[in-house]
Protein backbone atom coordinates (compact mmCIF):
# COMPACT_ATOMS: atom_id res chain seq x y z
CA UNK A 1 0.00 0.00 0.00
CA UNK A 2 1.30 3.28 -0.63
CA UNK A 3 2.42 5.60 2.47
CA UNK A 4 4.32 8.54 3.48
CA UNK A 5 6.05 8.92 6.40
CA UNK A 6 7.51 12.09 8.46
CA UNK A 7 9.83 10.80 11.03
CA UNK A 8 9.90 14.12 12.80
CA UNK A 9 6.86 15.32 14.43
CA UNK A 10 8.52 18.56 15.81
CA UNK A 11 11.47 20.38 14.83
CA UNK A 12 13.48 23.29 16.40
CA UNK A 13 16.07 25.30 14.76
CA UNK A 14 17.48 28.38 15.60
CA UNK A 15 17.17 31.76 13.10
CA UNK A 16 20.02 31.76 10.43
CA UNK A 17 20.38 27.54 10.63
CA UNK A 18 20.02 24.96 8.18
CA UNK A 19 16.94 22.98 7.74
CA UNK A 20 16.14 19.66 6.67
CA UNK A 21 12.57 17.40 7.01
CA UNK A 22 12.45 13.86 6.05
CA UNK A 23 10.03 12.01 4.18
CA UNK A 24 9.96 8.35 3.11
CA UNK A 25 7.46 7.02 0.74
CA UNK A 26 6.26 3.29 -0.30
CA UNK A 27 5.25 3.24 -3.95
CA UNK A 28 5.60 0.50 -6.42
CA UNK A 29 5.49 2.91 -9.56
CA UNK A 30 7.64 6.26 -10.14
CA UNK A 31 6.49 8.29 -7.42
CA UNK A 32 4.52 12.05 -7.66
CA UNK A 33 6.31 13.80 -4.58
CA UNK A 34 4.91 17.15 -3.29
CA UNK A 35 5.61 19.13 -0.02
CA UNK A 36 3.29 21.63 1.20
CA UNK A 37 3.28 23.99 4.23
CA UNK A 38 0.77 25.14 6.27
CA UNK A 39 0.52 28.20 8.39
CA UNK A 40 -1.63 28.56 11.41
CA UNK A 41 -5.68 28.62 10.62
CA UNK A 42 -4.59 28.59 7.01
CA UNK A 43 -5.10 25.85 3.87
CA UNK A 44 -2.24 23.98 2.64
CA UNK A 45 -0.14 25.81 0.16
CA UNK A 46 2.59 24.25 -2.56
CA UNK A 47 6.49 24.85 -2.26
CA UNK A 48 7.42 22.85 -4.73
CA UNK A 49 6.73 19.07 -6.95
CA UNK A 50 9.21 16.41 -8.20
CA UNK A 51 7.92 13.70 -11.36
CA UNK A 52 10.68 13.12 -13.20
CA UNK A 53 14.35 14.97 -14.18
CA UNK A 54 16.29 16.33 -12.44
CA UNK A 55 16.31 14.97 -8.69
CA UNK A 56 16.68 18.48 -6.70
CA UNK A 57 13.81 20.59 -7.09
CA UNK A 58 13.60 24.09 -6.27
CA UNK A 59 10.55 26.14 -4.78
CA UNK A 60 9.30 28.96 -3.42
CA UNK A 61 10.14 30.63 -0.56
CA UNK A 62 14.29 29.36 -1.13
CA UNK A 63 13.66 25.69 -0.50
CA UNK A 64 14.55 22.62 -2.27
CA UNK A 65 14.08 19.14 -1.77
CA UNK A 66 16.19 15.89 -2.88
CA UNK A 67 14.84 12.60 -4.55
CA UNK A 68 16.58 9.76 -3.93
CA UNK A 69 14.79 6.38 -5.41
CA UNK A 70 17.56 4.49 -3.45
CA UNK A 71 16.34 5.41 -0.39
CA UNK A 72 12.69 6.16 -1.03
CA UNK A 73 12.89 9.77 0.13
CA UNK A 74 12.18 13.39 -0.79
CA UNK A 75 13.92 15.62 2.10
CA UNK A 76 13.17 19.31 2.21
CA UNK A 77 15.93 21.22 2.95
CA UNK A 78 16.54 24.74 3.30
CA UNK A 79 19.99 26.75 3.97
CA UNK A 80 19.14 29.45 6.04
CA UNK A 81 15.63 29.71 8.23
CA UNK A 82 13.77 32.43 8.68
CA UNK A 83 11.34 33.13 11.73
CA UNK A 84 8.57 33.38 8.89
CA UNK A 85 9.25 29.47 8.42
CA UNK A 86 7.37 28.41 11.10
CA UNK A 87 4.75 26.15 10.09
CA UNK A 88 3.80 22.66 9.24
CA UNK A 89 4.96 21.16 7.17
CA UNK A 90 3.36 18.25 5.06
CA UNK A 91 5.18 15.79 2.52
CA UNK A 92 2.24 14.09 -0.29
CA UNK A 93 2.42 11.41 -2.81
CA UNK A 94 -0.09 11.30 -5.67
CA UNK A 95 -0.77 7.27 -6.22
CA UNK A 96 -2.16 5.89 -9.01
CA UNK A 97 -5.52 3.30 -7.86
CA UNK A 98 -7.96 1.84 -9.43
CA UNK A 99 -8.19 3.67 -13.08
CA UNK A 100 -7.74 6.85 -10.60
CA UNK A 101 -5.52 8.62 -8.30
CA UNK A 102 -5.60 10.28 -4.72
CA UNK A 103 -3.32 11.89 -2.98
CA UNK A 104 -1.21 10.33 0.40
CA UNK A 105 -0.09 12.84 3.04
CA UNK A 106 1.92 12.36 5.86
CA UNK A 107 1.23 12.99 9.21
CA UNK A 108 3.52 16.50 9.18
CA UNK A 109 6.59 18.18 11.04
CA UNK A 110 5.76 21.41 13.11
CA UNK A 111 8.73 23.65 12.72
CA UNK A 112 9.65 26.16 15.70
CA UNK A 113 11.93 29.08 14.96
CA UNK A 114 14.19 30.24 17.97
CA UNK A 115 14.87 33.95 17.27
CA UNK B 1 -9.32 34.87 -8.29
CA UNK B 2 -10.91 33.15 -5.63
CA UNK B 3 -9.67 29.41 -6.01
CA UNK B 4 -11.26 26.89 -3.81
CA UNK B 5 -13.64 28.42 -0.85
CA UNK B 6 -15.28 26.89 1.93
CA UNK B 7 -18.10 27.67 3.78
CA UNK B 8 -18.34 28.24 6.89
CA UNK B 9 -15.37 28.82 8.52
CA UNK B 10 -16.22 28.05 11.73
CA UNK B 11 -19.47 25.62 13.17
CA UNK B 12 -20.56 24.30 16.11
CA UNK B 13 -23.08 21.03 16.43
CA UNK B 14 -25.07 18.84 18.77
CA UNK B 15 -24.55 15.26 18.56
CA UNK B 16 -26.95 14.10 16.00
CA UNK B 17 -27.73 17.12 13.69
CA UNK B 18 -26.82 17.10 9.66
CA UNK B 19 -25.01 20.05 8.23
CA UNK B 20 -23.41 20.46 4.55
CA UNK B 21 -19.99 21.63 4.59
CA UNK B 22 -19.73 23.87 1.33
CA UNK B 23 -16.88 23.98 -1.28
CA UNK B 24 -16.63 25.70 -4.95
CA UNK B 25 -13.54 26.31 -6.75
CA UNK B 26 -13.53 28.51 -9.83
CA UNK B 27 -10.28 26.94 -11.46
CA UNK B 28 -12.37 24.78 -13.82
CA UNK B 29 -10.48 21.61 -11.96
CA UNK B 30 -12.08 18.11 -12.27
CA UNK B 31 -10.50 16.62 -9.62
CA UNK B 32 -11.49 17.41 -5.98
CA UNK B 33 -11.18 16.34 -2.24
CA UNK B 34 -12.04 16.20 1.10
CA UNK B 35 -9.96 16.01 3.68
CA UNK B 36 -10.05 15.75 7.75
CA UNK B 37 -7.24 17.00 9.58
CA UNK B 38 -6.56 15.87 12.75
CA UNK B 39 -3.93 16.40 15.43
CA UNK B 40 -0.70 13.79 15.22
CA UNK B 41 -2.69 11.91 11.43
CA UNK B 42 -2.09 14.63 9.24
CA UNK B 43 -4.62 14.72 6.13
CA UNK B 44 -7.12 11.83 5.72
CA UNK B 45 -8.85 11.22 2.52
CA UNK B 46 -12.44 11.45 3.17
CA UNK B 47 -14.14 11.49 -0.20
CA UNK B 48 -13.01 12.65 -3.82
CA UNK B 49 -14.16 13.27 -7.32
CA UNK B 50 -12.80 13.14 -10.99
CA UNK B 51 -15.42 15.14 -12.66
CA UNK B 52 -19.36 16.02 -12.40
CA UNK B 53 -21.79 12.82 -11.24
CA UNK B 54 -18.22 10.87 -10.50
CA UNK B 55 -17.42 10.16 -6.53
CA UNK B 56 -15.58 7.89 -4.56
CA UNK B 57 -14.20 6.70 -1.08
CA UNK B 58 -11.13 7.84 0.50
CA UNK B 59 -9.98 6.47 3.61
CA UNK B 60 -12.38 7.56 6.33
CA UNK B 61 -15.78 8.07 4.57
CA UNK B 62 -18.09 6.86 6.83
CA UNK B 63 -20.81 9.37 8.30
CA UNK B 64 -20.22 11.59 5.09
CA UNK B 65 -21.96 11.80 1.89
CA UNK B 66 -20.94 13.93 -1.04
CA UNK B 67 -22.22 14.63 -4.63
CA UNK B 68 -20.41 16.87 -7.42
CA UNK B 69 -23.58 17.87 -9.67
CA UNK B 70 -21.16 20.85 -11.05
CA UNK B 71 -17.34 20.88 -12.04
CA UNK B 72 -17.45 23.97 -9.36
CA UNK B 73 -19.40 22.67 -6.35
CA UNK B 74 -18.52 20.01 -4.09
CA UNK B 75 -20.43 19.48 -0.64
CA UNK B 76 -19.43 17.31 2.13
CA UNK B 77 -22.49 16.37 4.30
CA UNK B 78 -22.98 15.11 7.90
CA UNK B 79 -25.44 13.07 7.87
CA UNK B 80 -25.49 12.96 12.05
CA UNK B 81 -23.02 14.40 13.44
CA UNK B 82 -20.72 12.73 16.30
CA UNK B 83 -18.15 14.12 18.76
CA UNK B 84 -15.35 11.61 16.88
CA UNK B 85 -15.84 13.85 13.96
CA UNK B 86 -14.49 17.07 15.75
CA UNK B 87 -12.09 17.98 13.30
CA UNK B 88 -10.56 20.49 10.41
CA UNK B 89 -12.04 19.77 7.22
CA UNK B 90 -9.98 20.95 4.15
CA UNK B 91 -11.55 20.59 0.29
CA UNK B 92 -9.13 21.08 -2.15
CA UNK B 93 -9.29 20.31 -6.24
CA UNK B 94 -6.68 20.20 -9.27
CA UNK B 95 -6.83 19.92 -12.56
CA UNK B 96 -6.74 15.95 -14.10
CA UNK B 97 -4.26 14.84 -16.23
CA UNK B 98 -4.54 10.90 -16.19
CA UNK B 99 -1.77 11.02 -13.81
CA UNK B 100 -1.70 12.24 -9.75
CA UNK B 101 1.33 14.80 -10.96
CA UNK B 102 -0.97 17.87 -10.06
CA UNK B 103 -0.68 20.00 -7.25
CA UNK B 104 -3.81 20.47 -5.12
CA UNK B 105 -5.28 23.75 -4.09
CA UNK B 106 -6.67 23.93 -0.94
CA UNK B 107 -9.30 26.23 0.64
CA UNK B 108 -8.56 27.85 4.02
CA UNK B 109 -10.81 24.87 6.04
CA UNK B 110 -13.87 24.63 8.17
CA UNK B 111 -13.20 23.96 11.51
CA UNK B 112 -16.15 21.64 13.31
CA UNK B 113 -16.71 21.24 16.70
CA UNK B 114 -19.72 18.12 17.93
CA UNK B 115 -20.50 18.65 21.11
Known amino acids: AQSVTQPDIHITVSEGASLELRCNYS??????LFWYVQSPGQGLQLLLKYFSGDTLVQGIKGFEAEFKRSQSSFNLRKPSVHWSDAAEYFCAVGATASGTYKYIFGTGTRLKVLA | NAGVTQTPKFQVLKTGQSMTLQCAQD?????MSWYRQDPGMGLRLIHYSVGAGITDQGEVPNGYNVSRSTTEDFPLRLLSAAPSQTSVYFC??????????????FGDGTRLSIL
Open chain 2, 92 to 105: ASSYQTGAPNQPQH
Open chain 2, 27 to 31: MNHEY
Open chain 1, 27 to 32: YGATPY
